[in-house]
């Protein structure tokens, strides 16, 4: 039970980083949020883990590194790159696909367990409320199609490479390592691929911006809360659920990006948005009912 809340809880901060990102990136690149945002999250676990992690084999690290070049460089790279393009509700419609690549990389590898008819039966139902949500909330962005496009296929990308991440990160708890050690050392992967981008990361922020208390704000809740935290807490949510059950969750996250668009926002709660919420929800559970996780 606890590791369903906490996998519950981490969807609900990362429904909330949409909008949080959207709002910093009026003063920010793409580059410099995620960059930023890691550094801080970094920082926090080196306080919390100062000792360096032992691997009890050397291909344990293409693990680590495969997690940070995942998960930390390349999904939240992307994402961010998308809410240039479209908006926070499309790119997370589109990301709570994932789940179902999960289901179809654990497939891949043998697990004929993963992908049920109650699985693949609350995907579908989750994903009609996920659109419902998305129609509703105005989710699709007018005006340029060609940037639109661009955006949806940077979010679905994503999708398919946070799903490799999970994979991987259920790998590296299969081989025993603590959750918060594991993350610090995934983080510190994570930021030397980014590096790789620098060059191509947009002019740096100013000291006026990086002051500003809502950007200040924001990106500590980015760096220690939605990255330092949550990726300690849904890696124990997958260390113990598996990565497919730990991935369902992120169906909520749509639902939680329309939410706090309507609480920030000052956004309508349409009866469809309602009735959306409802089905995401449903599937949600259907999904975790199929049976035991095959990761």
Known sequence: MKAHILAAFTVFVWG???????????DF???????????????????LRPHRLRLRGRRHERLFACAG???IACYF???NIALTFTSATAVGVIVATSPLFTAIIALARGHRGALTLRFA???????????????????????????NLIGCGLALAAAL??????????????AGYETLASTKRIFGWGLLFMLVALPFGGPLPDLPALTNPVNAGNLAFLGLGASAACFVTWGFAVKHLGAV?????IYLVPAVTAA????VLAEPLTAPIVGGLGLTIGGLALSNSSGRDAS
């Not at 909330?16 to 009026?26: H, I, M, P, Q």
């Not at 706090?260 to 609480?263: F, G, K, N």
């Open 69 to 71: 070049l995942t998960g």
């Open 245 to 249: 059950t730990t991935s369902t969750y």
């Open 77 to 79: 790279l992307m994402e």
């Open 29 to 47: 690149s793409p580059f410099w949020i995620l960059f930023i945002r890691f550094v801080l999250g970094f920082l926090a676990l080196c306080c």
């Open 260 to 263: 706090t668009s309507v609480a």
């Open 16 to 26: 909330v980083t949409f909008v949080s990102t959207k709002v910093l990136l009026a």
């Open 161 to 174: 490479v946070w799903a490799i991440y999970s994979t991987t990160v259920a790998a590296i708890a299969e």
């Open 121 to 147: 039966a609350g995907f579908v139902i989750a994903m009609t409320g996920i659109a419902l949500v998305s129609f509703a909330s105005g989710g699709a962005v007018g005006g340029d199609v060609a940037a």
